[in-house]
């Protein structure tokens, strides 16, 4: 909630904030002064017009799989009640993304996959936006992947959902979850080029055991894995094993190993 005319402020400021919250939801804050309503309208024309613009843009499925009223329903709620904590515009996805997982109040007809597309939408735009860069220094690039420990790269996130993301289009709505996790990792490219994979169980808990246990070798982690899955030949879940390490370091999700951090 918007405070604006504690007596602590200037005039001014609290002009200033009770026009704001006049823009912001006009049905509950009085249009301060003289100001004329016709242009007050275009003022909150324009404002609602920018921030559903640039929403709409980076969530791109969510705005086709909702209707209008829906939409509109959700971002003006958005738009009257999120404070944010950032003036800069790319980071308002994520303002928005934190308003549907912790402040927006649930309704009847939001598609229960909601918060996780939104999730997954934000990622490609985080990622894009990530202060990290995936050099050759840090890890050793021809380290052993099998007897050295395994690094992910900053670039790289690995992530599970309960409903297939990647899949849900106009046409393609799930309302039950799925029978099992949905498994995919998001990387960042040299060339800045993002990237979508979907993995099996198996790939996405090697890839947790390496950014959980950070000093264990690959090796180590094959073996727990197949133990984990009680398999009678653990030394072929080790030969493939190598393979997948091998396949995600020339994806680049694995840049090497720590073995020779400097």
Not at 178 to 196: K, M, P, Q, S, Y
Request: net charge negative.
């Amino acid at each position: 909630m918007i405070t604006y005319n504690t007596p602590d402020r200037p005039e001014f400021i609290r002009e200033q904030y009770a026009l704001a919250a006049h823009i912001r939801n006009p049905e509950k804050n009085p249009c301060p002064g003289t100001i004329e309503k016709r242009r007050i309208k275009i003022y909150r024309e324009l404002f609602y017009g920018n921030v559903e613009d640039f929403i709409a843009n980076a969530y791109p499925v969510l705005r086709k799989i909702l209707p209008d009223t829906q939409w509109h329903a959700m971002i003006q709620d958005y738009f009257a009640n999120h404070i944010a904590h950032t003036p800069l515009f790319p980071e308002m996805p994520r303002e928005f993304l934190k308003y549907l997982e912790y402040e927006r109040k649930p309704q009847p007809d939001d598609p229960p996959f909601m918060l996780e597309l939104a999730h997954y939408e934000w990622v490609e735009l985080a990622l894009s936006l990530l202060d990290e860069k995936t050099t050759t220094t840090g890890f050793d690039p021809d380290g052993d992947l099998l007897h050295d420990t395994p690094v992910i790269s900053p670039c790289a996130w690995p992530l599970s959902y309960r409903f297939p993301v990647h899949k849900i289009s106009p046409d393609f709505q799930p309302w039950q979850v799925g029978e099992t996790a949905t498994h995919l990792v998001v990387f960042r490219d040299t060339a800045f080029e993002i990237h979508f994979i979907e993995v099996n169980p198996v790939t996405a808990r090697l890839l947790q055991l390496i950014s959980s246990t950070p000093a264990q070798t690959g090796l180590t982690s094959l073996r727990q894995i197949a133990t984990e899955l009680h398999h009678p030949h653990p030394e072929m879940i080790i030969s493939h094993g190598l393979d997948l390490l091998n396949d995600l370091k020339a994806r680049g999700i694995i840049p090497g190993t720590a073995n020779n951090i400097v």
